[in-house]
DNA sequence: TATTGTTATACTCTATAACTATA
DNA sequence: TATAGTTATAGAGTATAACAATA
C-alpha cells in the first residue's frame, strides 16, 4: 500500500527482465520440443527426486495437469517414475542419464543467450545485482532432497 | 562461452526471479480469467495502438495466434479493433476504458503481491537494483506509439 | 475417511496451412 | 507478388470432476 518510487521503478525492472528472461527460456525450450514448464520440471529433478504432488505444488499446478506432462515427458525418456519407499500411493519422479544431458545443454544455451545481456556489466555489477536479487526471491518451497530419507 | 562465478550465479537469480514473478503475475492474471498474454498485451496498449503484426511480434507470436486471443479479450470488453488510416490491411488494437481500469487494479495488486518481495530491501538497495537491472534489459521493440502519425 | 495419482472432459494457447483483401 | 489478418485444424497445457488404490 502507497508505494514508493523505487517500489514502482523495480517492480516494473523486475516485471520487464522476467519477461525478457521468459522469453529465452521459452525459445530455447521450443528449439528442443519443450514447453516451459518442462524445462522448469528437468531443472528442477537435476537435484531432487519429488513425488507428483510435491511437483505440482512447486509450479502450482493441479496434480491431475502434472499426469499429462510427466507422460509427455516421460516418453521422449527424458525422465521416469518410481515408486516410493514407504507410501505406495505415490509416484516419484526421477530424471533419466538422457534427461540430464539435455538438461545440461540447455542450461549453457540459457548461458550463451543471456550473455548479450549479462555482459553488460562488469564482474563486480554481477555480483552486487545477483546478492539484491536474493533477498526478494522466496525460498524453494521445501523439496524431500534425493528421496526420503536417502544421503 | 567460458562464463565466470558471477554470470553463473546471476543467471540463476534472474531465472528464478523470473518465475516467481511470472507466478505472480500468472495467478493474479488467473483470479480475473486473464492469460499471462492477455496481461501482457493489456499492459502493452496502456500507451500504445499496434497492428496486430506488431503486436505479434513483440509477444513473439504467430499472427494467426493473436487473432484469437485478441477475440477473447475483446468479447470481453477489455479492447476493441479499429482501422488503420494509411493501410487498409491492416488492424490496430485499442485498449477500451474498461480494459484500462482493469489493468490499472491489476497492476496494484502485482505490486501489493510482491511487496514482502520488494521490501525486504531498503529505498536505496531497490534504487541500485532497478539501475543494475536496467542495462540488462532489451530496449522494448519499436511499437508505433499511439498510432501512426498522432500526437 | 483422507490422500495420491490417473482418467475423462472441456477450454485456452499456440503453430501451420490455406484463404481473402489490400498494397 | 507480397503483406495483413482470419479461419480451420491439431496438439500441448491447464483445471474440474470422478475414480481406484492406499493410508
Request: without cysteine.
Amino acid at each position: 500500500m502507497a508505494p514508493d518510487d523505487s517500489t514502482d521503478t523495480l517492480v516494473d525492472g523486475l516485471v520487464r527482465s522476467a519477461f525478457q528472461v521468459m522469453g529465452v527460456l521459452t525459445r530455447i525450450g521450443a528449439e528442443h520440443d519443450l514447453s516451459l514448464t518442462q524445462l522448469r520440471v528437468l531443472g528442477i529433478l537435476r537435484d531432487r527426486q519429488p513425488r507428483m504432488s510435491e511437483l505440482a505444488a512447486v509450479l502450482g499446478l493441479d496434480k491431475s495437469s502434472l499426469s499429462g506432462l510427466i507422460d509427455r515427458a516421460d516418453r521422449r525418456g527424458l525422465l521416469t517414475r518410481g515408486t516410493h519407499q514407504d507410501d505406495k500411493r505415490a509416484v516419484v519422479v526421477l530424471i533419466t542419464d538422457a534427461g540430464r544431458d539435455l538438461t545440461q545443454r540447455l542450461y549453457e544455451e540459457v548461458l550463451d543467450a543471456l550473455a548479450p545481456a549479462t555482459g553488460r556489466l562488469d564482474p563486480e555489477q554481477r555480483q552486487t545485482l545477483a546478492q539484491l536479487l536474493e533477498p526478494i526471491l522466496t525460498p524453494p518451497l521445501h523439496l524431500t532432497p534425493r528421496s526420503a530419507g536417502r544421503r
